[in-house]
């Protein structure tokens, strides 16, 4: 004969011990929120001292209102509602609470609470670690992407697509056909081919950018695998073509020192040479005076051949010169009347001067400065004829030079190179000095000389010096 098991009554006077061990804070309140029972007491509470007390009361201060709404809401619902309150005992303890109606009798709620305070503090580190992230991606502007390799689907953030110029419409499984620039897709190619065998890469490219400039990126991949296959890439992406360009310009700036230099010696050699020949030549056309018009000839080609050699000394190191204070403004207007009695009738040259305007360096090499930037806008309009305008006027700490004439402009493939040595859009009959000059000096005042140029609407050259007080 079988043993009689535990009566109904037996079974549920083992429920309180049951519950007071479980990790859960177990509670019924009846409609007015008095507690009826509750599995174990707060910290330095006791269980006598809890029952038929309102439970809200031992929420603290700043939760119970969300406590009581809770409450209300399990209640008019009829569901179970979870929110998350502290105690008034300590402060410093998080309980995730749940309410649940019970059924049958009317406004009664069983509440249910766990300890949540390594979880919040889990959760705080989490968020705090996200949005250090997000600021360090908003601060590297990156864009950030993930690539599901099994499902052939890209997900892209916001800055991905502003660094690419596209919308989500042009989003696709094949990047590299879709947008890396063709002389870059088989080195692109062959790096993804390595991610794709499980090796992080950082590979750096070009695009090809709807506005028709190549640009420069550099992303970084990393593989995620599953069972020993690559399944997705994640990774960021930024735009580097301004560190790339910075870095092409150093690069010639180092060329063209090096080519300074040699330059230097070379047309110092040389100008002595000349200075002999002319010598020569001046002496023979007295001896030969039948052939003075053919010795003239050959003392005009030498001097021309010396100023082209002053203009590469100048550029490959201009000559040491005193430095005052100079007031640019008349400087400017001295260099326009020369100008306006030297140029063509058919080019008109305004001015919009401010003054005075004081700057600190030597006047003659200032003059060439402004002399070569006029030159430049001449030989731009000629022959058909065109404006100039110079104008200038003083900012914060700097005094600010600008010509510009309504020439055809500069073609954009030229402008990344227009201050270089020898770089001319006037053929054979220019040294292509002039502008290579004119920024050598200009920095060597502390100063510098910009181009903005759109082809068919002129050009305007931005000639900047560190201004003094006119005291």
Same mark, same amino acid.
């Given at each position: 004969?079988?043993?009689?098991?535990?009566?109904?009554?037996?079974?549920?006077?083992?429920?309180?011990?049951?519950?007071?061990?479980?990790?859960?804070?177990?509670?019924?309140?009846?409609?007015?929120?008095?507690?009826?029972?509750?599995?174990?007491?707060?910290?330095?509470?006791?269980?006598?001292?809890?029952?038929?007390?309102?439970?809200?009361?031992?929420?603290?201060?700043?939760?119970? #209102?969300? /406590?009581?709404? $809770? !409450? &209300?809401?399990?209640?008019?619902?009829? =569901?179970?509602?979870?929110?998350? %309150?502290? @105690?008034?005992?300590?402060?410093?303890?998080?309980?995730?609470?749940?309410?649940?109606?019970?059924?049958?009798?009317?406004? #009664?709620? /069983?509440?249910? $609470? !766990? &300890?949540?305070?390594?979880?919040?503090? =889990?959760?705080?580190?989490?968020? %705090?670690? @996200?949005?250090?992230?997000?600021?360090?991606?908003?601060?590297?502007?990156?864009?950030?992407?993930?690539?599901?390799?099994? #499902?052939?689907?890209?997900?892209?953030?916001?800055?991905?697509?502003?660094?690419?110029?596209?919308?989500?419409?042009?989003?696709?499984?094949?990047?590299?056909?879709?947008?890396?620039?063709?002389?870059?897709?088989?080195?692109?190619?062959?790096?993804?081919?390595?991610?794709?065998?499980?090796?992080?890469?950082?590979?750096?490219?070009?695009?090809?950018?709807?506005?028709?400039?190549?640009?420069?990126?550099?992303?970084?991949?990393?593989?995620?695998?599953?069972?020993?296959?690559?399944?997705?890439?994640?990774?960021?992406?930024?735009?580097?073509?301004?560190?790339?360009?910075?870095?092409?310009?150093?690069?010639?700036?180092?060329?063209?020192?090096?080519?300074?230099?040699?330059?230097?010696?070379?047309?110092?050699?040389?100008?002595?040479?000349?200075?002999?020949?002319?010598?020569?030549?001046?002496?023979?056309?007295?001896?030969?005076?039948?052939?003075?018009?053919?010795?003239?000839?050959?003392?005009?080609?030498?001097?021309?051949?010396?100023?082209?050699?002053?203009?590469?000394?100048?550029?490959?190191?201009?000559?040491?010169?005193?430095?005052?204070?100079?007031?640019?403004?008349?400087?400017?207007?001295?260099?326009?009347?020369?100008?306006?009695?030297?140029?063509?009738?058919?080019?008109?040259?305004?001015?919009?001067?401010?003054?005075?305007?004081?700057?600190?360096?030597?006047?003659?090499?200032?003059?060439?400065?402004?002399?070569?930037?006029?030159?430049?806008?001449?030989?731009?309009?000629?022959?058909?004829?065109?404006?100039?305008?110079?104008?200038?006027?003083?900012?914060?700490?700097?005094?600010?030079?600008?010509?510009?004439?309504?020439?055809?402009?500069?073609?954009?493939?030229?402008?990344?190179?227009?201050?270089?040595?020898?770089?001319?859009?006037?053929?054979?009959?220019?040294?292509?000095?002039?502008?290579?000059?004119?920024?050598?000096?200009?920095?060597?005042?502390?100063?510098?000389?910009?181009?903005?140029?759109?082809?068919?609407?002129?050009?305007?050259?931005?000639?900047?010096?560190?201004?003094?007080?006119?005291?």
């Amino acid at each position: 004969m079988s043993r009689p098991g535990p009566s109904g009554d037996d079974e549920l006077a083992f429920l309180p011990e049951v519950l007071a061990s479980a990790p859960a804070l177990v509670g019924v309140v009846d409609a007015d929120n008095r507690i009826r029972f509750i599995s174990r007491a707060l910290e330095g509470l006791s269980l006598a001292s809890m029952i038929g007390r309102d439970a809200i009361g031992f929420a603290h201060p700043d939760d119970r #209102a969300r /406590v009581r709404a $809770a !409450l &209300d809401e399990a209640r008019a619902l009829g =569901v179970t509602v979870r929110y998350r %309150s502290r @105690t008034t005992t300590d402060a410093r303890l998080v309980l995730d609470n749940w309410a649940s109606p019970i059924a049958g009798e009317e406004g #009664a709620l /069983v509440l249910v $609470a !766990l &300890d949540a305070t390594e979880l919040v503090r =889990v959760e705080s580190a989490a968020e %705090s670690a @996200t949005a250090k992230l997000k600021l360090a991606v908003e601060a590297a502007d990156m864009g950030l992407f993930e690539l599901d390799l099994v #499902a052939g689907r890209a997900q892209w953030d916001e800055r991905m697509w502003a660094i690419h110029g596209r919308g989500p419409t042009h989003q696709g499984h094949r990047y590299i056909e879709t947008y890396v620039h063709p002389e870059d897709r088989a080195r692109a190619a062959t790096l993804m081919a390595r991610a794709l065998s499980g090796e992080a890469i950082q590979p750096e490219y070009r695009i090809l950018h709807p506005d028709g400039e190549p640009r420069w990126l550099r992303m970084s991949v990393i593989p995620i695998a599953e069972d020993g296959n690559v399944v997705r890439f994640v990774g960021g992406i930024i735009d580097v073509t301004r560190e790339r360009l910075e870095l092409e310009r150093r690069q010639r700036a180092q060329h063209l020192e090096a080519l300074g230099t040699l330059t230097a010696g070379v047309a110092h050699n040389f100008n002595n040479l000349m200075m002999v020949l002319v010598a020569i030549f001046e002496e023979l056309s007295e001896i030969l005076p039948t052939h003075g018009e053919s010795i003239s000839d050959g003392v005009t080609a030498l001097r021309r051949g010396r100023q082209m050699v002053t203009s590469l000394l100048d550029f490959a190191g201009p000559r040491v010169h005193e430095r005052n204070r100079v007031r640019l403004d008349e400087l400017l207007r001295r260099a326009v009347r020369l100008c306006e009695q030297t140029f063509s009738a058919a080019i008109a040259i305004r001015t919009r001067i401010d003054g005075p305007l004081w700057v600190i360096g030597a006047e003659s090499a200032l003059e060439q400065v402004v002399m070569n930037l006029l030159l430049n806008a001449r030989d731009a309009l000629e022959p058909a004829g065109g404006a100039i305008l110079v104008e200038a006027a003083q900012t914060d700490d700097a005094v600010v030079v600008r010509v510009v004439d309504d020439g055809p402009g500069i073609p954009k493939e030229l402008q990344p190179t227009i201050f270089d040595p020898f770089v001319t859009t006037k053929g054979e009959q220019n040294t292509g000095l002039g502008l290579a000059t004119a920024l050598t000096i200009a920095r060597e005042h502390d100063g510098g000389l910009e181009v903005e140029s759109e082809p068919g609407e002129g050009a305007t050259f931005t000639l900047t010096l560190p201004s003094v007080d006119a005291s």
